[in-house]
T-cell receptor
């Protein structure tokens, strides 16, 4: 079955420290991978994607993610966290199902950045 | 429009009532998706439209849920005989040939069934 796993419900990090939010996936064929962020009472905002090419992709607000095919992972990273990065983060994979593509999301990881 | 618009933003209804949730996608986007997000969970796929037709409705939980997109633009998600378990945020997204595989989401409709 095609799925996304985010093993941490919450990640706590001090402002200025690096952060990592983990994601692993299971999908048939080549994956299209995405990270979205959700602020309270807001919709999902696109952060970055991996479609093909370089395994390290850079996105909005200084975030980056590394595609690792052997480990089927797509961890989200940022070198220096900001308090304003505190939000809910979702990893998603675009999966082929029944001949059509659709995004399958993980359960989400809440990032809390402390001053 | 500039973004995906969903109305209403909040809807409270009584158990057993019928509700309609509206999604107005980005102009020109041919693909439209409905997701449901329950508290503490990730978005769960419901249905996907390509143009006017429902290309994949495998995520609709039961026959009380139905969605239409008659002119290939605005879509309406319809829920009959609502149950308390239907309470969730219903998200709509759209994508098009210029999206680079990215879905743009609306702010959602928070449905509360009392």
């Amino acid at each position: 079955a095609q799925s996304v796993a985010q093993p941490e419900d919450q990640v706590n990090v001090a402002e200025g420290n690096p952060l990592t939010v983990k994601c692993t996936y299971s999908v048939s064929g080549n994956p299209y991978l995405f990270w979205y962020v959700q602020y309270p009472n807001r919709g999902l905002q696109f952060l970055l994607k991996y479609i093909t090419g370089d395994n390290l992709v850079k996105g909005s607000y200084g975030f980056e993610a590394e595609f690792n095919k052997s480990q089927t992972s797509f961890h989200l990273k940022k070198p220096s966290a900001l308090v304003s990065d505190s939000a809910l983060y979702f990893c998603a994979v675009r999966a082929l199902s029944g001949g059509y593509n659709k995004l399958i999301f993980g359960a989400g990881t809440r990032l809390a950045v402390h001053p | 429009g500039a973004g995906v618009s969903q109305t209403p933003s909040n809807k409270v209804t009584e158990k057993g009532k019928y509700v309609e949730l509206r999604c107005d996608p980005i102009s020109g986007h041919t693909a439209l998706y409905w997701y449901r997000q329950s508290l503490g969970q990730g978005p769960e796929f419901l249905i996907y439209f390509q143009g006017t037709g429902a290309a994949d409705d495998s995520g609709l939980p039961n026959d009380r849920f139905f969605a239409v997109r008659p002119e290939g633009s605005v879509s309406t998600l319809k829920i009959q005989r609502t149950e308390r378990g239907d309470s969730a945020v219903y998200l709509c997204a759209s994508s098009g040939w210029d999206s680079g595989q990215v879905y743009t989401f609306g702010s959602g409709t928070r449905l509360t069934v009392v």
